[in-house]
């Protein structure tokens, strides 16, 4: 047989199983059955399978579908909660294997989530991906405060630290994270959903690198080393418009402004007398968030990222049975109380034209 022929079906082969993989995975995963899924990595491996292809054709796509089937309201979060720290236990057996045992070769590094941020797993991935092309690695893991990590790169040395952040809420405490690292003279690349869809945010905040994803991040870091950081080379007026102090005064008083929403939104969405208890809670909690992502979005000052959130939370609310014709109104309320605030007020308002163009939302009909 020929090489030509040959090569697309060892592709084709390559696939297969690992569309196999994934789906005997993702039924250890939904079955909540640890064992199941630790044997599984292991026997792949056993087989022969690359580690690198495991960690990210395999279990991140498993835990990609973990959170599709959230947001469908098919999975609990209790479930969702569960089936992740299935996958974690999976790394974990992955990581002991003898194929994913390398030596390092290359310098040392850090790995970490930014204060706040408790979507671990993505952090840990790359981590063990580093590892395999023969990085020393420390990882951190989720929610660390940025003092600690601080020391812990002085102690370490590191050639360079990867942050992640999957909530956009949590990039105010990235910029914090990532100018104290370059204060030190340590690089610092970036990753996560938190940054955008095409790393938008990772510029502005000042890192020195984005990717991605974990093999993007492993490839970039193979190329060519970051280059350290002057402290003369910081930027510390890089987000000008913060001086209107507008994402200050919203975020300090984030929870006034809740209560006084919430307390108006009897009146301007009468559905909600008849409310349970439980669900008083959770539209206080959904107000916190928009809250949240308001601030967030003036602290960057793009209209974007707050409207992705709400189109995002209308289509979660719609899976779940909830009307999204609550939002309007609340936003509207949101931007009465901010009337003072230009910024504030121009941001909700793209988040309203948002989901009355929104199709998938605006007839109550699920994404």
């Given amino acids: 047989m020929s090489t030509s022929t040959a090569t697309p079906i060892s592709a084709v082969d390559h696939a297969e199983h690992v569309e196999r993989s994934v789906e005997l995975l993702w039924a250890a995963v939904s079955a909540g059955n640890e064992y199941a899924a630790a044997d599984l990595v292991l026997r792949l491996l056993d087989e022969g399978a690359d580690p690198e292809s495991v960690l990210l054709d395999v279990i991140a796509r498993v835990q990609g579908r973990v959170g599709e089937e959230w947001a469908a309201n098919r999975m609990s979060v209790a479930q969702e909660h569960a089936a992740t720290a299935i996958n974690e236990r999976a790394v974990a057996a992955l990581s002991t294997h003898p194929a994913a045992r390398t030596t390092a070769t290359r310098g040392r590094l850090t790995v970490a989530c930014v204060d706040g941020e408790w979507h671990g797993l993505p952090a840990r991935l790359l981590a063990e991906v580093l590892k395999l092309r023969g990085w020393q690695v420390d990882y951190l893991g989720a929610q660390i405060p940025t003092p600690h990590l601080i020391v812990h790169l002085h102690n370490t040395e590191a050639h360079a630290v990867a942050l992640s952040s999957s909530i956009p809420t949590r990039l105010p405490t990235a910029h914090a994270a990532i100018t104290a690292c370059q204060a030190i003279g340590v690089p610092v690349l970036v990753g996560g959903a938190a940054f955008g869809p095409d790393g938008e945010y990772a510029k502005p905040l000042g890192a020195d690198a984005w990717a991605p994803d974990a093999r993007a991040a492993a490839d970039l870091l193979a190329r060519e080393p970051l280059p350290r950081p002057e402290p003369d080379d910081q930027q510390y007026d890089d987000l000008p418009h913060l001086a209107d102090?507008?994402?200050?005064?919203?975020?300090?008083?984030?929870?006034?402004?809740?209560?006084?929403?919430?307390?108006?939104?009897?009146?301007?969405?009468?559905?909600?007398?008849?409310?349970?208890?439980?669900?008083?809670?959770?539209?206080?909690?959904?107000?916190?968030?928009?809250?949240?992502?308001?601030?967030?979005?003036?602290?960057?000052?793009?209209?974007?990222?707050?409207?992705?959130?709400?189109?995002?939370?209308?289509?979660?609310?719609?899976?779940?049975?909830?009307?999204?014709?609550?939002?309007?109104?609340?936003?509207?309320?949101?931007?009465?109380?901010?009337?003072?605030?230009?910024?504030?007020?121009?941001?909700?308002?793209?988040?309203?034209?948002?989901?009355?163009?929104?199709?998938?939302?605006?007839?109550?009909n699920p994404a």
């Fill in 245 to 364: 102090q507008e994402y200050t005064l919203v975020s300090r008083s984030g929870p006034s402004l809740v209560r006084q929403v919430f307390t108006a939104l009897e009146d301007a969405f009468p559905a909600m007398r008849s409310y349970t208890d439980v669900q008083r809670e959770r539209t206080a909690e959904d107000l916190a968030h928009i809250v949240d992502f308001l601030a967030t979005a003036l602290y960057l000052d793009d209209e974007e990222l707050f409207t992705r959130f709400i189109t995002w939370t209308a289509r979660i609310l719609v899976a779940r049975g909830v009307p999204a014709a609550s939002l309007p109104p609340t936003l509207d309320l949101l931007a009465r109380e901010l009337k003072d605030f230009s910024r504030a007020v121009r941001i909700i308002g793209a988040g309203t034209r948002a989901l009355s163009t929104d199709h998938s939302t605006a007839a109550g």
